[in-house]
């Protein structure tokens, strides 16, 4: 393939300026579906950026390569530039014409980081649907989950994690809590897990009554998990209401239960449940030596905010 301009059919532009009618014409006068003009700049690129569907796919019909590069370095994607104006008819023309979601242009840029940067949410929910891959990372390393969040576009994190439905153990389901029923077992299975946190393993029932007791308690957002009816993990959830914000409060695993799935899974079901609650970002806590914890919480998009440092004197 070559990205050679090809310059001698100049009707094509003039046609795109003007009405399918005339794209048609041109073409049926012999002008080339991959006619390019003396910056390089492809029909099909025009076409995308000017979010004309149906001369799109009248070009590709015609013959134009959906991942043809375009401009004077040959950088630009008609699919990136569809998605960065958020055309998503366009998108997905070229799309089923065959264009690649996850190639990237100039600078590094995907189509998904331009739509999820950009806030385009049905232009990402096409690109998903299409195949792009939602854990591939921005030019800069950014994780398309967190930058949707950061520009606060509810339905693009809750297409993004729409994708990537919980999968959980075998033979695990997951209810809600039910304050009273479910006090003792939650308390045993946070014990276990956190048997080595003195904070959160030593919660009495005390304490979990004070939460209980709190305006932001909701047990719609406390998810537990069982196997032939035992607990065996949990996601509780949090929401601060004034500042539209959810926490991932707390997440545990029984020891014989973890390295499964079951964590990520849970932590999966919790965030589906704060972005259908119009919260466009999530937070948490963890400790830096929990290793397994942080490996993935960073592998479903969070990064660090900040660092809080505990320390002793030595006496």
């Known amino acids: 393939m070559t990205n050679e301009p090809i310059r001698d059919e100049p009707s094509l532009f003039d046609a795109l300026y003007e009405d399918e009618n005339a794209v048609v ?34 070009l590709l019909a015609a013959g134009a390569d959906p991942d043809r590069a375009s401009g004077p370095e040959a950088g630009d994607l008609p699919l990136c530039g569809a998605a960065c104006g958020g055309h998503t008819e366009v998108v997905e023309a070229l799309l089923s014409a065959g264009a690649r979601p996850d190639l990237r242009e100039q600078f590094g840029f ?44 509810a339905r693009t994190v809750e297409a993004l994690l729409d994708l990537a439905d919980p999968v959980l153990p075998e033979g695990v389901t997951v209810r809600t809590f039910e304050p009273g029923r479910d006090d003792a ?6 014990r276990a897990a956190f048997a080595h ?11 979990l009554d004070d939460r209980k007791a709190e305006p932001w308690f909701d047990p719609k957002g406390f998810f537990l998990a069982e196997r032939d009816g035992e607990l065996v993990g949990f996601h509780w959830t949090k929401v601060h209401a004034e500042e539209r914000l959810g926490e991932v ?57 900040e660092v809080d440092l505990m320390y002793r004197t030595e006496s």
């Open 110 to 153: 995907t189509a998904l980081r331009w739509a999820v940067g950009l806030g385009h949410a049905p232009t990402v929910e096409a690109l998903l649907a299409g195949g792009a891959d939602p854990l591939l990372p921005g030019p800069r390393g950014e994780a398309m989950l967190v930058l949707a969040a950061q520009r606060g576009s």
């Open 185 to 190: 077992a939650w308390l045993a299975v946070n």
């Open 25 to 58: 014409r041109a073409l049926r006068a012999g002008a080339s579906a991959e006619s390019s003009d003396e910056e390089g700049t492809t029909a099909l690129y025009l076409a995308s950026v000017q979010d004309r569907p149906e001369a799109v796919r009248l």
């Open 249 to 305: 409060y707390v997440v545990g695993v029984l020891p014989d239960a973890q390295g499964g799935g079951l964590g990520k899974a849970l932590t999966s079901i919790g965030l589906h449940h704060l972005a259908s609650e119009g919260l466009p970002t999530a937070m948490l806590y963890v400790d830096a030596d929990n290793t397994a914890a942080v490996t993935v919480y960073e592998r479903m998009g969070f990064t660090t905010h």
């Open 197 to 207: 946190h003195p904070e959160q393993g030593s919660l009495t029932q005390q304490d």
